[in-house]
């Protein structure tokens, strides 16, 4: 801001704004009552579970808050913990897991519940067989999409579950699969109480199990008002130590400038997705900090290949080479992404480094759509929801800078655009002639860039937005995580990788960072590259301000 | 006096059916089915169709269906929203408060500011104080409010860091919506340390509610002047300065008391000048009110919610307008005889 700028502002509102105040600045931050954490989050989630969802902001909302898993994922180190099962082995064939649960480990306390037994092996049955048996009461209700489970063909793999005694769980697998455990750590596999189902059974109200939430998590949910703010308690009796911070609330603040206005103010301490373009003020700021995380993520432009003419590669390979990624990657990223050639991040071990590059070069894209007789071009949409994600801070500013470079190849685009929830929900009818989306991963393993994006079961659960379904690509999927030795993997998971630069069912387009920023007084909240945010550790250190209040 | 008050009510009859018709056809002219935009229903079940058909008369001639859709809408019946599935009436009873607040406390403010500097003018008439008060007035009636808005922001709230820029209080208050007025809600909640609430609740009040003063304090300022001007130039004031009455007890016990009624007049046309400002000053500082659920409700293509706002907003400032006519038809002798004799 200019001096002059600054002088006007000065001296023409000041007495103005100075009336109300009662001439006391700064005192907005550090003067409120409740200890608590403020987090500015991106959106509602859709449900309270996130066994049926694959969207980040739920699995934000829920899984580390609400629930926990029988083996967590350790981001620093990449292996996986102990959960809710303190010990698991793994037989010689690998087919079949076994789980040694923590006892003394109790379920929140509602209104309408109050559990009269701790964890058992009643619950880990209870949660899986939801999702895997068809029969279970629960199956259908809320809808009966398990989007993640389906892409991973969880129902398939398992032969079945069983309660040896009731703090000792095995899960029987079909076929050997070095993905399985991974998976049991992702966000979405989280313990419910079977306690609170059967409860909610008898009285007829089993959808509540999704929007009244019982888990073993470090917080509970105390109340939540749509488009406004969830409200969570601690767990006093949290098996893991109770949380030190009194509460934990979710400010639900879709844009971006105000949720970084947010935290400057002091209204929030913690926000979510930080634009990229709001980098450079927010580490000018002292009192904020700024973590980055190279992310496990993919954004790309996904074709709907059963649509004419994007069911001709020639098509999809001249709209690739017509595409300046690099000008996405400075005008969407403000250069906080790389260049993304296929699905899998450089930093994956499975990573293929020897795959031709679609390069720019809108005269070979002519000629590639001249091939097939378009070379009059032809007039397509491109679908793009104007939400912020992880993988992308801009779809709708990247689907306008899509629509000038394609314009140059004479492809004419129109984009359309919903409210986020109304994107994901029409996106089933895969009414789109393409869709820019992306992909974060929930774990380090491989195949969580392929089977949910390229399966053909994933077409069932909302995964596959490309209308992809190739058999032996699935068998592919299938070869490379019945198998443990990484060198078969790897070779496994290039030659997949090799086949899908060739067909192109997607155009990659960038690996974006990760940030997330909090005030510095917040400590105890490391940065997760695979998505989900944990609360439990997190607590604030207070300055030498003195202290006012009940704290 | 009936008669002006049964022609008021026919014309406030037929400007609300003009307002139903054009929403109405703007409903119709909208993408999609017209059950689905007129109920909200999203792929309602065949059950719910057949009820949305007879309900809004949807196998009918437009006519007919014009005719329920006013029914229902009168009724309260507003179809749910898509977004939420939550009946609009609903929503609507969530977030009005929260407009109602900021407008009062702007008017609050736009009156005790401007009715003093618009009397300060009128005594002092072509005086250094005259033309202070009225460039200042027209400075603030120049500035939109959304570039007020922002720069408020820009340098009180992210510069300076005074004052919270967004929503009506920090959350870790955790203060029940029983009212929907913050002020109101806090006082009701069991709060432990209540004073601290309301001075959170005060600092996130400040910027919004002074940024939407701004206009109809200048308003209140000219119009005030304006209309205390005509009256001190009656004859009747001439004679009571001749009769060596204060100037005081001239301006506070004659001249205003007879300004007031023109003052009113004035400002209840203002109101809806008022609420598009305070649409734009709550999306401005993401304040949780109508305004700022309109918005929400066209970027997401919400057709029912983005139809009954306009219907409930427009609506009430045509109910308003009215009844302060009327009111101040009731409560003024002269200009009923006036308007009837004239009409």
Not at chain 1, 409 to 416: A, D, H, L, P, R
Not at chain 2, 86 to 96: A, M
Not at chain 2, 285 to 309: C, E, K, M, T
């Amino acid at each position: 801001m200019t001096n002059s700028v600054n002088f006007f502002l000065k001296y023409s509102f000041l007495p103005f704004y100075l009336i109300l105040v009662g001439c006391e600045p700064n005192h907005v931050i550090d003067a409120h009552v409740a200890p608590g954490i403020v987090y500015c989050s991106e959106g509602d989630p859709n449900t309270f579970n996130p066994q049926l969802t694959t969207t980040g902001t739920t699995t934000d909302a829920t899984s580390y808050q609400l629930y926990n898993r029988l083996v967590e994922y350790d981001p620093a180190l990449g292996t996986i913990m102990p959960g809710l099962a303190h010990h698991w082995h793994i037989n010689e064939n690998g087919k079949i897991y076994t789980f040694y649960l923590r006892k003394k480990v109790s379920f929140h306390h509602s209104d309408i519940f109050s559990p009269s037994r701790e964890f058992n092996a009643d619950d880990v049955l209870f949660s899986f067989n939801r999702i895997i048996d068809q029969q279970h009461p629960y199956n259908q209700v809320s809808g009966g999409y398990y989007p993640f489970f389906q892409s991973v063909g969880f129902a398939q793999q398992i032969s079945k579950i069983v309660k040896v005694h009731p703090y000792m769980v095995t899960i029987h697998l079909k076929e050997k699969d070095s993905s399985f455990l991974a998976n049991l750590a992702a966000n979405f596999a989280v313990i419910l109480s079977k306690e609170y189902g059967d409860q909610l059974l008898n009285s007829a109200t089993p959808q509540l199990i999704d929007t009244d939430p019982i888990g073993t998590g470090p917080f509970y949910l105390d109340s939540y008002f749509p488009s406004s703010h969830i409200r969570y308690k601690p767990n006093k009796s949290y098996w893991g130590g109770a949380p030190t911070i009194d509460q934990l609330v979710f400010d639900i603040t879709p844009k971006s400038t105000n949720r970084i206005a947010k935290l400057m103010t002091g209204d929030c301490d913690v926000s979510a997705l930080p634009q990229s373009s709001e980098l450079d003020i927010l580490r000018h700021n002292i009192s904020l900090e700024l973590q980055i995380q190279t992310g496990f993520n993919v954004s790309y432009l996904a074709f709907n290949h059963k649509k004419a003419p994007f069911d001709q590669p020639n098509v999809r390979k001249a709209i690739a080479h017509a595409i300046n990624k690099r000008a996405i990657i400075e005008a969407v990223y403000y250069g906080s992404a790389t260049i993304a050639d296929s699905v899998l991040p450089p930093l994956s071990w499975a990573y293929n480094d020897q795959l031709s590059e679609y390069r720019y070069d809108p005269e070979l894209a002519r000629q590639l759509l001249a091939e097939v007789g378009l070379a009059q071009g032809f007039e397509m949409n491109i679908w793009a929801a104007p939400a912020q994600r992880i993988y992308n801070p801009n779809a709708l500013k990247t689907a306008e800078l899509i629509q000038g470079q394609l314009a140059q190849i004479g492809i004419t685009v129109n984009i359309v655009s919903y409210g986020w929830n109304v994107f994901v929900n029409k996106l089933r009818s895969f009414e789109y002639d393409s869709v820019l989306l992306g992909w974060t991963a929930d774990n380090a393993d491989p195949d969580n860039f392929f089977r949910p994006l390229f399966s053909c079961a994933a077409l069932n659960s909302g995964g596959n937005h490309t209308n992809w379904c190739d058999p032996t690509l699935d068998q592919v999927f299938i070869k490379a995580i019945s198998s443990t030795h990484r060198a078969q993997r790897t070779e496994l998971y290039h030659h997949a990788l090799e086949r899908l630069n060739t067909e192109l069912p997607l155009i990659p387009l960038a690996h974006a960072l990760r940030f997330q920023v909090k005030r510095r007084a917040i400590h105890g909240m490391p940065l997760n590259p695979y998505g989900g945010i944990s609360f439990a550790k997190s607590h604030r250190i207070k300055s030498s301000a003195p202290k006012k209040g009940a704290d | 006096m009936w008669v002006y008050i049964i022609r008021r009510f026919n014309l406030f009859v037929l400007t609300v059916a003009i307002l139903y018709f054009l929403v109405f056809l703007m409903l119709i002219a909208l993408p999609g089915d017209l059950a689905v935009n007129i109920s909200g229903l999203q792929n309602p079940t065949p059950d719910q169709l057949a009820q949305l058909t007879s309900s809004y008369q949807l196998d009918k001639n437009w006519f007919n269906q014009y005719i329920s859709f006013i029914n229902q809408r009168i009724h309260g019946n507003f179809g749910v929203s898509f977004t939420t599935n939550q009946p609009i009436w609903d929503e609507v009873l969530k977030f009005l408060p929260a407009t109602i607040e900021l407008c009062i406390y702007a008017t609050i403010i736009a009156l005790l500011v401007g009715f003093p500097l618009g009397i300060i003018a009128a005594i002092q008439p072509q005086k250094p104080a005259d033309f202070v008060v009225l460039g200042l007035s027209l400075f603030g009636y120049s500035i939109p409010v959304f570039w007020l808005g922002v720069s408020a922001i820009m340098y009180f709230g992210l510069e300076l860091q005074w004052l919270p820029v967004a929503g009506r209080l920090n959350l870790l208050y955790q203060v029940p919506p029983i009212s929907g007025f913050t002020l109101i809600d806090i006082w009701l909640s069991d709060l432990e340390y209540k004073h601290l609430a309301y001075r959170d609740a005060f600092a996130h009040l400040v910027m919004p509610t002074l940024t939407l003063a701004v206009i109809p304090a200048t308003m209140v300022t000219r119009i005030t002047r304006t209309a205390l001007r005509d009256e001190l130039n009656a004859n009747y004031i001439k004679a009571f300065q001749s009769r060596g009455l204060s100037p005081a007890t001239i301006i506070c016990r004659h001249a205003l008391p007879n300004a007031l009624q023109p003052i009113m007049t004035q400002l209840s046309l203002q109101l809806s000048t008022l609420l598009t400002s305070a649409m734009v000053t709550e999306v401005i500082f993401s304040w949780p009110g109508i305004g700022n659920w309109l918005i929400d409700a066209i970027y997401q293509r919400d057709y029912p919610v983005i139809s009954a706002g306009l219907l409930i907003c427009a609506g009430f400032i045509i109910l308003v307008s009215v009844l302060t006519d009327v009111i101040l038809i009731a409560t003024t002798p002269k200009r009923r005889s006036a308007i009837d004799g004239s009409r």
